[in-house]
């Protein structure tokens, strides 16, 4: 039985979409490292930053930061 872990929901979308970080970071402007460390929870972005991630998977900017569980 696989653990479950919890991440943010802008990880989620991003692999379901099978986007890189880097190719996200291209279309919002931020770093692979940046989306990397937001995905982990470790840096939050700027609210036009958030808006722009949001605006690229067409959904709320305070779902990209709810938490999922994942298997």
Known sequence: MRKK???????????????????????VGL????????????????FEKARAIAAEFGVPVEDLFSHVEVA
């Open 5 to 27: 872990t919890k991440v943010l929901r802008l990880r989620q979308l991003r692999r379901a979409r099978e986007m890189s970080q880097a190719t996200l970071g291209e279309r």
């Open 31 to 46: 770093d692979k490292s940046t989306i990397c460390m937001i995905e982990k929870g470790h840096r939050q972005p700027s």
